[in-house]
């Protein structure tokens, strides 16, 4: 047992958690809220996490998400921030707080995940990946979906399976996919290999078709537990359809066509600046690493749970990584890092076990200093532009000074932003529904105006012809529309009215441009004169509705 804990040597089997590796997973968690918490109101991003934040919002003024709300994630994340918004009041930085403990979990999860198969010092390395190399706040459930998916499988490779394991295994693979529902998919259909792998491998106890069949059932029953009931709500609140259609296939639809190119090989490493650039290989680096490791672990050894749990981890990055390569840019690529460090680590680890003891040891001291410091070298670079602030403070931040956004910007981004959102008000009346495009959410949940449309995501691959007409007759309902000209991705045809055709003729007929502010236009409906912003809000209770008119 001694020689199994060597840095160069896994664990004849996967290790069991002890007491000391329950106190350290909650180090690099306790490491992550001590980093972040001082800077939780630095940035803000308009379109995704303002896409998160307004999904909840809608959801605390009576609207039925699929329904009423267009979305592609699964309705955990948009509900549970909406119980924070509440519960805490209707302010950026409340559902902020929420997602900042979700880092706090991947960090400790993430610990007790890579513990299975690594020593403690290169498990907690693994789990200090996403501290250090933080995604955006609103991006932190997507790798702890990953890791807690792997979490999940990982007793189906236990000898002396029990069906009652089966079913709770199923349970939290249907609670996984309220959050993510391709994770759930990617962690139903790893468990389903686990368990004939484990079932079916030589001289297996539980080598029997009848047991495989029956732990596979018990395992789609746990799954139906928690499916079933929010179907049967869903049916109830008329959103059944709607939901099924927007969880499986508009998600996917927008990727595909939103697919940007790999950067290329030559320009692997483009200086320190560029840092972020150069880290975009490292998942597919982590995977091959990982790829080879496990086929040659396999074609030494038998079947084993160490094997097993090895290819569970590499199962997850494959799957993991082949969405990050659809859009293989920064802010996807650190999504998957905590899965491309366990990877990483698993084949170091191995690459040890072909050298000399004493050799080792010193490349042991020299990859912990090279990995500390690769860490350390993402702290300025990681967390670029407003929506990833560098550790610290921002230089010469300012308060937006906004009820709903406790959040300090950049003095110019704040300005800027300041002045939208005093144009909206002065254009519009409390509680009259405005439209804004193509990615700009936030601006309805700051700005307190109603959507006159389910859909708010107007970036290309999610503006189908249904989506777009849907927009046009949604025209009649607002006096003001409020458009971004940025070029998404940097690509002159991918400027919102450049794609939108449709709509941008309906926009030029029956509106007239009426400011310019940078990239953002302000247009009025021919003939509106603008209500007087001083004139009474009504309360806000009474626009809480549900747009089924009751």
């Known amino acids: 047992m001694k020689h199994s804990e060597e840095m160069g040597n896994f664990a004849p089997r996967c290790r069991s958690w002890s007491a000391a590796d329950a106190l350290l997973a909650v180090l690099p968690a306790v490491t992550g809220l001590v980093l972040w918490a001082p800077v939780l109101e630095q940035g803000l991003s308009l379109g995704d996490e303002g896409w998160l934040i307004s999904g909840a919002s809608r ?35 409340v559902a902020r707080w929420g997602w900042l403990g979700l880092l706090a979990s991947l960090a400790g999860l993430s610990f007790l995940v890579a513990r299975r198969l690594l020593p403690r010092g290169s498990a907690v390395m693994v789990a200090l990946i996403p501290v250090v190399i933080r995604a955006p706040y609103y991006k932190a459930f997507v790798p702890l979906s990953l890791v807690a998916g792997l979490a999940l499988v990982f007793p189906l490779i236990r000898e002396r399976l029990r069906r009652s394991t089966c079913w709770w295994v199923g349970a939290g693979i249907g609670a996984l996919a309220m959050f993510r529902q391709e994770v759930a998919a990617y962690s139903l259909l790893i468990g389903l290999a686990s368990l004939a792998l484990a079932r ?3 001289n297996s106890p539980d080598s029997s078709r009848p047991r495989l069949v029956s732990t596979a059932l018990s395992l789609f029953g746990g799954v139906a537990l928690v499916w079933v009931p929010f179907l049967v709500w869903l049916t109830i609140d008329g959103a059944l359809l709607p939901a099924l259609q927007q969880l499986t296939t508009a998600g996917v639809r927008g990727n595909v066509q939103m697919t940007l190119p790999f ?103 020299l990859l912990a200093v090279g990995l500390s410091l690769w860490l350390l070298a993402f702290f300025p670079h990681a967390f670029e532009k407003k929506v990833r602030p560098p550790y610290g403070r921002m230089k010469n ?15 110019r981004s704040a300005k800027t932003l300041r002045t939208v959102l005093e144009e909206i008000r002065a254009s519009s009346a409390d509680g009259e529904p405005i439209l804004v495009g193509p990615h700009l959410s936030m601006l309805h949940f700051l700005a307190d105006r109603p959507h006159p449309t389910p859909y708010d995501n107007l970036l290309p691959g999610f503006l189908g012809p249904g989506v777009e007409q849907s927009l046009v007759e949604s025209l009649s309902a607002v006096n003001l529309v409020v458009i971004n000209h940025k070029a998404w991705d940097g690509r002159e045809e991918q400027r919102f009215l450049n794609y939108a055709l449709d709509f941008a003729a ?33 309360p806000k209770k009474e626009r809480r509705r549900k747009r089924s008119g009751n």
Not at 83 to 93: A, I, P
Not at 340 to 358: D, F, K, N, P, Y
């Open 397 to 411: 931040a300012v308060a937006l000074e906004e009820p709903r956004a406790s959040v300090r910007l950049p003095p």
């Open 59 to 93: 959801i605390v003024e009576g609207e039925v998400l699929y329904r009423d709300v267009f979305r592609s994630y699964g309705p955990g994340i948009f509900h549970s921030c909406a119980w924070l918004l509440r519960g805490f009041g209707e302010d950026v930085l």
């Open 200 to 202: 079916l491998a030589p």
């Open 506 to 538: 309906a926009l030029y007929r029956d509106f007239e441009s009426h400011r310019k502010l940078e990239d953002y236009e302000f247009f009025l409906r021919r003939g509106h004169t603008p209500v007087d912003s001083s004139s009474p809000a009504r």
């Open 263 to 365: 950067p290329e090989f030559t320009r692997i490493w483009r200086g320190p600046e560029r840092l972020e650039s150069s880290a975009l290989y490292f998942p597919t680096a982590a995977v091959l690493g990982a790829v080879a490791v496990t086929a040659t672990s396999w074609l030494r050894r038998q079947w084993g749970e160490r094997e097993l749990c090895l290819l569970q981890w590499l199962a997850m990055g494959l799957l993991a990584h082949s969405v990050f390569l659809v859009r293989p840019d920064y802010s996807h690529a650190i999504q998957v890092f905590v899965l491309s460090g366990m990877l990483m680590a698993v084949s170091i680890h191995a690459l040890w076990g072909t050298v000399g003891s004493r050799l080792r040891r010193v490349l042991g001291k």
